[in-house]
Antibody
Framework: QVQLVQSGAEVKKPGASVKVSCKASADTFTGYYLHWVRQTPGQGLEWMGWINPLSGGTNSAQKFRGRVTMTGDTSITTVYMELTRLKSDDTAVYYC????????????????WGQGTLVIVSS | DIQMTQSPSSVSASVGDRVTITCRASQGIRTSLAWYQQKPGKAPKLLIYAASSLQHGVPSRFSGSGSGTDFTLTISSLQPDDSATYYCQQANSFPPTFGHGTKVEVK
């Protein structure tokens, strides 16, 4: 069964960084791209970027470039998303999700999703 | 970025009713559209991809249609379990973008 299990909620101060983890089943980790999508009350669902867990290759939306880093650890089939220079409007639920179209990670749809990680940015 | 506009923002209907949700793209996206269902406190779930293909395990009362800029999600016979927010998402032009959602309430 495909599963994506994310780390727990975080509370951060403005200017800090947060690193969210997403543990995938072995077949998902080796055969698919993993994406990060966040959900905010104001902006709704926003695609942030993807990582190829085996190669470490990544791509991200222009909005997040320079602030987001996606990495993976093959030994524990886990990917990470780190967001730096946090602002209050980064308060959101962050999801990892498996890409369905392995040939087109930039233009993909997503299933399944992890359970989500709430990140609160507040002074 | 391509803007995705959903209508209505909310709908209330009775069990057994036919419900239709519309999604309009700010430019043509061929059939590169997905629909998701999200229940409170849960992650989105993929229902439809490529505008009209039903994801495995999704009940056949859900269907999708459209191409270019105009798309619809139809629930043919609304069930109590369908109470949720539904989102469309385009996958034709980088970056992928989502609509703002349609909340479906079952009376």
């Amino acid at each position: 069964q495909v599963q994506l299990v994310q780390s727990g909620a975080e509370v951060k101060k403005p200017g800090a960084s947060v690193k969210v983890s997403c543990k995938a089943s072995a077949d998902t980790f080796t055969g698919y791209y993993l994406h990060w999508v966040r959900q905010t009350p104001g902006q709704g669902l926003e695609w942030m970027g993807w990582i190829n867990p085996l190669s470490g290759g990544t791509n991200s939306a222009q909005k997040f470039r320079g602030r987001v880093t996606m990495t993976g650890d093959t030994s524990i089939t886990t990917v990470y998303m780190e967001l730096t220079r946090l602002k209050s409007d980064d308060t959101a639920v962050y999801y990892c999700a498996r890409g369905e179209r392995s040939y087109s990670p930039d233009l993909d749809w997503f299933d399944p999703w992890g359970q989500g990680t709430l990140v609160i940015v507040s002074s | 970025d391509i803007q995705m506009t959903q209508s209505p923002s909310s709908v209330s209907a009775s069990v057994g009713d036919r419900v239709t949700i519309t999604c309009r793209a700010s430019q043509g996206i061929r059939t590169s559209l997905a629909w998701y269902q999200q229940k409170p406190g849960k992650a989105p779930k993929l229902l439809i991809y490529a505008a009209s293909s039903l994801q495995h395990g999704v009940p056949s009362r859900f269907s999708g249609s459209g191409s270019g800029t105009d798309f619809t999600l139809t629930i043919s016979s609304l069930q109590p379990d369908d109470s949720a927010t539904y989102y469309c998402q385009q996958a034709n032009s980088f970056p992928p973008t989502f609509g703002h959602g349609t909340k479906v309430e079952v009376k």
